[in-house]
Structures are given as C-alpha cells and as structure tokens.
C-alpha cells in the first residue's frame, strides 16, 4: 500500500469520519465480513465476564496497519469485551461474580481490585502508604498525587494529565486520576524483582537484552498485563449532578502539605463518578498493545456545533453559558507558584476558574473541553449496538473513543488511528495525542557496576521508568 503523509491521512480519516457521522442512522448495516461478539466464550449471545485473550483478526496479506472499515472493528469488539469482563462486579477476592452487570451493584468491579503502583513499587512517603492503606481497609477508592503524565508522575504536581496541567469540572473541582496494574503485571514484576533500577537492569541483562510484559495467550489460557487509567469527577447533587449517570464509589482524597494553598495536608471523602477509562493489554499477536479508552458520554461536546446546539445539557467540562470562552485551553498557574494549588475547601479548584471574555459578570467557570476529532463512524456503530445490550445499566452512558493497535511488514509502521485522544485524559493535547507513540518513549536507564548506561524499553510502560526506585 503506498505511503500517504501524517497530514494527509489525518486530513481525510475527519473528513471521512465527519461525513459518515451526518450520514449514520440506527439502521446503518454492518462491514462485509463483520462479526459482533457480546462474549468472547459464550454462544448465549449474552455479556460475560470473560476476558478476551485475543483480536480475532484475519490474515494480513500486504496490510500496513491503518484505520478502514475491514480491520478496526475486531479491536472496537475486543474492547468492548475488555471493558464489560473488567467491569464486571467482583468478590473480595476480585473475581467476578453474578451473571450480570447489574447483580451485586454495590461491589467494586474486577478491575479495581487490581493494585495500584504504590502497593507494587512502594513509596518514601509514610502518611501516602498509611492513607492508601485505610482506604483499602475501607473499601473506598483512593486519590493522591497522581498523574497519567509520562516520565512526570514521580514529581508533577496535583492531579494531573498527560501534559501535566489539570483538568477542571463544571463544579470547580479538580478531576481525579488513578492507575492500577493487573495480577498477571504485579506477579511479573515481584517474581522478577522489578521494583528497582537495579532489579531492572539486572532482569535485562540476564535476558539477553529482553524485557517483555506477559502478554495474554489463548493458547494457553492465561492473561497478560493490563494497565488501566482512570479519571473521575466529584459529584455533587445540589448543583445539578445526576449521579445515576455515572457509575460511581465513596472515596478518600490526600492531598499533601505541598500542594495545599494553605500549606496543610487535606483529607476528605467524597463521592466520585467514573468520567475517563484508558486500557492497556498486550496479546501475543500484538506485542505493542491494543489501546482502548472509554468516556462517559456527558463528558464534553462532540464538536462546537454540539456546544452550541446543546445549551441544556449538563456536560462534566463544558459549560455553555461562557461564552466565547477559550476551548481546551488548561488553567494558568498563579505567578509565584510552582504548583496548582488545592483550595483547603471545595470547590477545590476555585483559584483557575475563567470568566467568559464577552460576559465577566455572569461568574466563574472551569475548563472548557470539546472533542477536537470524531470517532470513527463504524466505532460509534458498534458502540450502538453494545450500549443497547447495555441498556437498563449505568454503563449504557458509556462509549468507546477508539482502539489503537500497530501491525504492520514495514518498520516503522503507522498506528491505527494515528490520534487517539480521551477528552479527560488529554484534552489539551488532542491534535497530536496517540498512546502507542507517546509510550514508545518509557525507557529505564540502568548503569551497571562497571560499564556505559543501557537504555532500557519498558514494553511501552511508564510505570517502571516513574516508580522504580
């Protein structure tokens, strides 16, 4: 296939994706050759808790890996199976339970009983590991300084994004973000000795210069690593949050002397509802990964043309009474700061609120995010059919963004889609956002006893190059 410019693919997959989105309706056909699975064991035709192990692809025969109509939709189902068995509600053992989404409502979901990076790599901060540990105890979720932000979660500050800058609801609160890491990566890591740079190093070298993160295999019926990346918002009822929207936890918030404008530790609890979800998994066929993110659907506008159209609706981080108001642009730091600073009592993210250019009487508001591209046609096609399966569930108000994937006979080969972009995990970079990319760059530098520094890929994870110490 021949090679067209990164500009020009870009340029023609939104032209396209913009120009089958007008045109879709609910009784837009399927692909040729297209197969929709709700379970990827089950011949019920129901939603499982199974985990897929693999995209069930077709051969590729001269096939540079790109977005098209025959190729993508087996990711888009894969992730919607990944989404559905890692949502499943789970026992306390994080097993699922029930025969469906809707069974035990109440207990957190398969994939929150997965450890967070404090717990694998462990933490010099004492009242952090404490404060982690009564909310486990707890069974609340658990917020601290964290960030999706690669190469930066160690010293960025705040709850921050992929840019480092902070993502503000309609409400002024700051929007909050966790990592957790699957059995199958945190057994990997321990039984390797990983947690250190000299652990690393060592693992690598032993290893003929290999680090690979366990993949999933059907051949043998085991999973592999799986990252995932969640972003929620504070909810709050009397200023117009419908909480049956969003699939919500009571969770403890830790914010440290540090990053406090009063100088003081805050503690607080809250009830917070799930807005973003970024899921990493390797499977042996694809060793960089399928890449799949989730949002809620009142996040933000679709485009600005939905801003304007949709004046009663209550978006998350959009607000269309600010008028002329800057669009994915993150909130400025005070001068005399180094940090965002947490306001010690909500809103909590007061302090960066904007007034509307056009409109300063009418009061203060908090980030202004639209979607900058479409989803593909055929993803938001599947994305009907597995929200109507759905229906009835609070994860019905979910959809899938994109799924991204890389395989191809040529070196380097381009990633399908070239962008991909969450609104709450990286609003302010959309135009140039893509996970596979971006996690090409988690590297470990190990300097043996005696000897150069080696360069180390982490297998496109970030959390070995942030949290090894």
């Not at 990164?6 to 045109?23: D, E, K, R, Y």
């Not at 297209?34 to 069930?56: K, M």
């Not at 159209?309 to 909130?331: E, I």
């Not at 994860?395 to 070239?418: D, H, K, M, V």
Request: net charge negative.
């Amino acid at each position: 296939m021949k090679k067209i410019s990164l500009l020009v693919l870009i340029v023609i997959g939104v032209i396209f994706a913009c120009n089958q989105a007008n045109n879709t309706t609910e009784t837009e056909t399927a692909p040729p050759g297209f197969v929709n699975s709700f379970c990827d064991s089950a011949t019920n035709g129901g939603l499982c808790s199974y985990l897929p192990l693999e995209v069930h692809l077709g051969i590729f025969e001269g096939y540079d890996s790109d977005l098209d109509s025959i190729h993508q939709p087996p990711f888009d189902v894969f992730s919607w199976q990944t989404f559905v068995a890692l949502n499943w509600p789970a026992d306390i053992n994080g097993n699922p339970v029930g025969n469906s989404l809707n069974d035990n409502t109440q207990n957190p979901r398969v994939w929150e009983y997965y450890q967070d990076p404090l717990q694998v790599f462990g933490s010099d901060d004492d009242e952090l590991v404490l404060q982690l540990g009564e909310a486990v105890k707890a069974g609340d979720k658990f917020f601290h300084k964290s960030s999706k932000a690669p190469g930066q979660l160690d010293t960025i500050t705040g709850f921050q994004e992929a840019d480092g800058h902070p993502l503000i609801d309609r409400n002024l609160n700051f929007a909050l973000y966790e990592i957790k890491m699957s059995p199958a990566e945190v057994n990997f890591i321990t039984t390797n000795k990983l947690t250190t740079v000299n652990g690393i190093g060592e693992y690598y070298v032993a290893n003929k210069n290999q680090f690979v993160l366990p993949p999933s295999d059907s051949a043998s019926n085991k999973q592999g690593m799986a990252e995932i990346k969640a972003a929620w918002r504070i909810l709050d009822p009397s200023k117009g949050d419908d909480t049956t929207r969003f699939y919500c936890r009571n969770a403890r918030v830790y914010i440290d002397s540090a990053h406090s404008r009063n100088g003081k530790a805050i503690s607080f609890k809250a009830k917070v509802g799930l807005v973003g979800l970024h899921i990493f998994r390797t499977t042996t066929r694809f060793g960089l990964g399928v890449w799949s993110t989730f949002e809620q659907v009142d996040n933000t506008p679709d485009s600005p043309q939905m801003a304007q159209d949709s004046r009663k609706t209550q978006w998350s981080f959009y607000n269309p009474q600010c008028l002329n108001c800057p669009l994915n642009q993150p909130p400025e730091i005070k001068p005399g700061e180094s940090a965002y600073l947490w306001d010690p009592a909500p809103p909590y993210a007061a302090s960066y609120a904007v007034s509307a250019p056009s409109q300063p009487q009418n009061g203060k508001f908090g980030t202004q995010a639209i979607r900058q591209f479409p989803i593909f046609s055929l993803t938001d096609y599947i994305n009907r059919l597995w929200r109507a399966k759905l229906k009835g569930t609070v994860w019905a108000n979910y959809r899938l963004i994109g799924s991204q994937w890389q395989n191809a006979e040529t070196f380097p080969p381009p990633n399908a889609p070239a962008l991909l972009a969450n609104t709450t995990l990286e609003t302010y970079i959309q135009s140039f956002a893509s996970c596979i990319s971006c996690h090409q760059g988690a590297v470990v530098q190990y300097v043996p006893d005696a000897g150069d520094t080696i360069n180390i890929r982490t297998d496109l994870s970030f959390l070995f190059p942030v949290y090894a110490r």
